[in-house]
């Protein structure tokens, strides 16, 4: 993350209509609110929960913009509207790439859609509404402090992740909103950001809606980007002291059946040194799709220890939620 040096954190306030050239209450009509329920039995069940909430954006008519991980498995889902109507939902699409998912409304949705921005555009200093379900009241006014990679532990890397500020502090799957009233991207999680004198602000990481552009229609209509998966190793990873370290497994995953173990430190994929998150996970990308084998080396014990790790297409482990006619 890019220093905040130069960077003065305003205090969280609600979104003036009078600081912005677009019609506020109307985009923020486009917000409504997600509820899901995941069986017991899923495989993100003991990570994600088996109840979860978050945002959503009406994009077109009946169809609904959120991150991912609000519906992964889901076999309900409730789509809460301004009025306080409840409308149930289907999944429609969910793309591990981008962590973006669509949900098909399965009935009326008495909400406009807002229209898809560039987000390209959205550069440091803009000034923008982090939009949450139920208006200015559950919305902040924020700026954008900083675009740069991001590398999620469960095997995520955005090439130009956006960071605004202040945070939201429920952030899942609310609207970025830029200054002409479009849609800049959606929100994924909070990260904790330290200045040139350690002390501490929270951001929001956005993922920008340029990305969701060349997949939509393919989202649309088979509810995946016509891409070959990518090999899927099944462990979280992170950085510490400026190394790659193995901090858990998903038991029955490729790294859990290959050998790997909490506490390793990662330290080459196929012969190539590792350098940093960002990059082990490219290294592994770059072999080829899903069920490839990846060699790979840890440090363990005071020793190099090389194995092969039989990849996966991650969806393959997901349960396939209950589609409603």
């Known amino acids: 993350m890019a220093s905040l040096s130069g960077w003065q954190i305003a ?21 409504v609110a997600l509820r899901t329920i995941v069986p017991d039995d899923a495989f993100t069940a003991e990570t994600l929960g088996t109840e979860r909430a978050g945002h959503g954006v009406v994009i077109r008519d009946g169809i609904v913009l959120t991150i991912g991980y609000v519906i992964t498995e889901a076999d309900e889902i409730w789509i809460s509207l301004a009025d306080g109507s ?3 939902a289907t999944p429609l699409g969910y793309d591990q790439a981008t962590g973006f998912g669509l949900v098909q409304a399965l009935g009326a949705l008495d909400a406009p859609a807002l229209p898809l921005g560039s987000s390209s555009a959205a550069l440091p200093g803009m000034r923008v509404v ?10 902040l006014a ?33 609207a ?30 956005i993922v920008p809606i340029d990305i ?7 989202l649309l209509a088979t509810g995946r980007a016509q891409r070959p998966p990518r ?13 790659v370290v193995a901090a858990g497994l998903y038991g029955g995953g490729p790294s859990d059946e290959a050998g790997v173990k909490p506490g390793d430190i990662l330290i080459s994929v196929a012969g190539k040194a590792i350098g940093g998150l960002a990059d082990f996970f490219r290294k592994v990308w770059a072999l080829g799709p899903a069920g490839v084998a990846v060699p790979v080396a840890v ?14 297409d991650r969806d393959a482990f997901l349960r396939k939620p209950k589609m409603h006619s």
Request: aromatic share 10%.
């Open 231 to 243: 090999p899927w190793l099944g462990l979280f990873a992170t950085e510490i002291d400026e190394k």
């Open 130 to 139: 982090v939009g949450g379900a139920g208006g200015r009241k559950r919305s």
């Open 299 to 312: 440090y363990r014990d005071g020793k190099a220890v090389e194995m092969l790790i039989a990849s996966a």
């Open 176 to 205: 970025l909103i830029g200054p002409e009233g479009n849609l800049l991207g959606i929100g994924s999680l909070q990260v904790e950001q330290k200045n040139e004198r350690g002390e501490s602000a929270n951001l929001n990481m």
């Open 11 to 31: 205090p969280s306030r609600q979104p003036d209509p009078a600081d912005y050239a677009f019609d506020l209450e109307g985009a923020l009509a486009s917000i």
């Open 86 to 88: 409840v409308v149930a």
């Open 142 to 174: 924020a700026r954008i402090v900083a675009r740069q990679e991001f590398a999620g532990y469960w095997e995520y890397v955005l090439d130009e992740a956006i960071f605004t500020a202040p945070a939201h502090p429920f952030w899942g799957g609310a």
């Open 212 to 218: 969701l552009k060349p997949i939509l229609p393919d």
